[in-house]
């Protein structure tokens, strides 16, 4: 049934961000914005960064109910309920298998994997066309205000992300900039390719 394998491409493309932000994170040399955002909730106020991630989507949520309602789809309440959960178990398994904070060239390849994992993610729940995460809803609606092109809003909401990051304590690193590099580029090609599938398990077989 379509909507099962649909809901199942949701659920791992939000199995795969919360790996990701968990990779980054304990790589400890910068996350992309919205990680470190995270992270900083968590730090201020003494929780996982995944009760943190669900705090912030719920606050995203909420804003999004308000002035933008017709962004939320599945994709958006899977991602609150189960983002947060899929981090904290990812950094489970990481802090299990490395105790010890890594060094800068194992940090350095924990955040590259994670990078790419993030935007392959992406890339695969945005393929189903179930909506988007709070975080990305968000981006619409700053789009829906200024009237810019989404890459440009979305580099004005991680922005704001980076700002009170920071303010909350957490630090911008190489991690940070890889991110910003190369998970537009990766969600994109992503997207590419899970549309040439779609079409071609949807092209009536011949003979």
């Given at each position: 049934?379509?909507?099962?394998?649909?809901?199942?491409?949701?659920?791992?493309?939000?199995?795969?961000?919360?790996?990701?932000?968990?990779?980054?994170?304990?790589?400890?040399?910068?996350?992309?914005?919205?990680?470190?955002?995270?992270?900083?909730?968590?730090?201020?106020?003494?929780?996982?960064?995944?009760?943190?991630?669900?705090?912030?989507?719920?606050?995203?949520?909420?804003?999004?109910?308000?002035?933008y309602r017709k962004v939320i789809r599945i994709s958006t309440?899977?991602?609150?309920?189960?983002?947060?959960?899929?981090?904290?178990?990812?950094?489970?398994?990481?802090?299990?298998?490395?105790?010890?904070?890594?060094?800068?060239?194992?940090?350095?390849?924990?955040?590259?994997?994670?990078?790419?994992?993030?935007?392959?993610?992406?890339?695969?729940?945005?393929?189903?066309?179930?909506?988007?995460?709070?975080?990305?809803?968000?981006?619409?609606?700053?789009?829906?205000?200024?009237?810019?092109?989404?890459?440009?809003?979305?580099?004005?909401?991680?922005?704001?992300?980076?700002?009170?990051?920071?303010?909350?304590?957490?630090?911008?690193?190489?991690?940070?900039?890889?991110?910003?590099?190369?998970?537009?580029?990766?969600?994109?090609?992503?997207?590419?390719?899970?549309?040439?599938?779609?079409?071609?398990?949807?092209?009536?077989?011949?003979?």
């Open positions: 049934m379509k909507i099962v394998k649909n809901i199942a491409l949701v659920m791992l493309g939000i199995f795969g961000i919360g790996i990701a932000m968990a990779l980054m994170t304990k790589g400890n040399v910068g996350t992309d914005p919205i990680t470190l955002l995270i992270n900083g909730v968590a730090r201020k106020f003494n929780i996982s960064s995944g009760w943190a991630a669900n705090i912030l989507n719920v606050f995203y949520l909420a804003i999004l109910l308000i002035f309440l899977l991602s609150v309920l189960f983002m947060g959960s899929f981090m904290d178990f990812g950094l489970w398994v990481l802090n299990g298998v490395m105790p010890n904070e890594p060094n800068f060239w194992v940090g350095l390849v924990l955040n590259i994997v994670g990078v790419v994992l993030l935007g392959a993610s992406i890339g695969i729940y945005l393929s189903v066309g179930y909506g988007s995460s709070p975080a990305d809803g968000m981006v619409l609606w700053i789009q829906s205000l200024i009237k810019l092109r989404y890459q440009y809003c979305s580099w004005i909401f991680y922005a704001i992300c980076c700002i009170v990051g920071i303010l909350l304590g957490e630090m911008i690193g190489v991690g940070t900039v890889i991110a910003l590099v190369l998970v537009g580029v990766v969600c994109d090609r992503t997207l590419q390719c899970m549309k040439k599938i779609t079409e071609k398990n949807d092209r009536p077989a011949e003979g």
